[in-house]
């Protein structure tokens, strides 16, 4: 295979090799593109090094079998066409396609079979929140229609990039060291020991875009009516998102059900004897591949309802895992140029 990564030098660029190399992804040749700031930069994959080669209108997709995009909406609108127009399948990290009528939106434990209609050649990669809460939403679905969710995420700096990592443990050292001016760049305020409940733009409706990410995409994903109230809120961790998540089902489903059925379940891994302080924590997440849940308990507000708390790497599973499991379903089911 000849595969590409488009945005190579972000985060999520960068986690597309790590987990490509992770999980010996056939990648026969490998082509690195980004940004007129990054082009030139040198990255190794399997021991050879690599040049960042500056994106640009021409045929440079032409012998590529897949590209792993993760380089914002408006490169991905602007360039799809480019990448695509050779038979090129492109799976992108960005929010510019995900409710396209004629993209597929895919979380492979949940609905893989949707990668194999892709008429653009396009595949959307969901937003990482939503990857995480609907590799656990799925086997509950199975069990009972899940009429609606309420969700509230504390999302690690990570999902603001690179540099906000960076700003963040900056923050931490400057507050540790008594400076007087603290170093706000990324955030709308001060992220070390605070949190800000507001992650996007708001909507006129109140709720701000990453929140009707999640009402948007969940429905889509899962093929369902079902309603989701999400408060998305950026907290002073790295790399790892946590949701609390409650539901509300056709038929009351138990923990101990819903235990057996996470247990059971692709992409899950269940973490919770509370007695034992035994839950999923961020720390403790960071560049694993599944999806840790615990808390999982009745909702005592609702006569068919159930709560739980997970915990996933909003670079790995959150973004390039996914995608890259997107690009092993297709391989399984002849990827055809
Ligand atoms: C965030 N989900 O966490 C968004 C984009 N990665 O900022």
Redesign the pocket.
């Known amino acids: 295979m000849k595969v590409a990564i488009v945005g190579a030098s972000g985060a ?1 660029g960068q986690e597309f090799m790590k987990v490509l190399d992770e999980q010996n992804f056939p990648v026969d040749e490998l082509v690195l593109f980004g940004s007129e700031r990054s082009a030139g930069r040198i990255f190794t994959f399997r021991g050879k090094d690599y040049v960042v080669q500056l994106l640009r209108h021409n045929d440079d997709f032409k012998d590529i079998d897949i590209a792993f995009v993760s380089a914002g909406a408006n490169t991905a609108k602007e360039f799809a066409p480019t990448i695509t127009k050779h038979g090129c399948i492109m799976i992108d990290n960005s ?1 510019q396609f995900r409710l396209d009528d004629d993209v597929p939106l895919v979380v492979p434990e949940v609905n893989p079979e949707d990668a194999l209609n892709a008429p653009r050649g396009i595949i959307a990669n969901p ?3 939503t990857i995480l809460m609907v590799v656990a939403l799925k086997p509950l679905e199975r069990l009972s229609h899940i009429k609606n969710i309420q969700v509230a ?1 504390y ?2 700096a ?4 690179l540099e ?1 990592m960076d700003e963040l443990a900056l923050q931490h050292a400057e507050i540790a060291f008594n400076h007087d001016e603290i170093t706000v760049r990324h955030f709308q305020h001060q992220l070390a020991y605070n949190v800000i409940p507001h ?2 733009v708001f909507q006129p409706n109140g709720y701000t875009r ?1 929140e009707e ?1 999640m009402y948007n995409e969940t429905r889509k994903i899962m093929h369902s009516d079902v309603r989701v109230s999400a408060t ?1 809120v ?1 907290v002073p961790v790295m790399r790892s ?1 946590s949701e609390a998540i409650w539901i509300e089902t056709e038929r009351p489903i138990s923990p101990d059900e819903a235990r057996r059925a996470f247990m059971s379940a692709p992409g899950l891994v269940v973490y919770d004897n509370p007695y034992t302080n035994k839950y999923p924590m961020p720390l403790f997440v960071n560049h694993k591949d599944p999806v840790y849940v615990g808390r999982i308990r009745e909702d005592l507000s609702s006569d068919n309802g159930l709560t739980f708390w997970i915990v996933g790497d ?1 670079i790995k599973k ?2 390039a895992l996914n995608a890259v499991q997107i690009g092993q379903y297709l391989l399984q089911h002849g990827l055809n140029r």
């Open positions: 999520v929010s937003n990482c929140t995420t999302q690690a990570s999902g603001a990039g906000a992650i996007d990453e990410k998305c950026r998102h909003q959150g973004a």
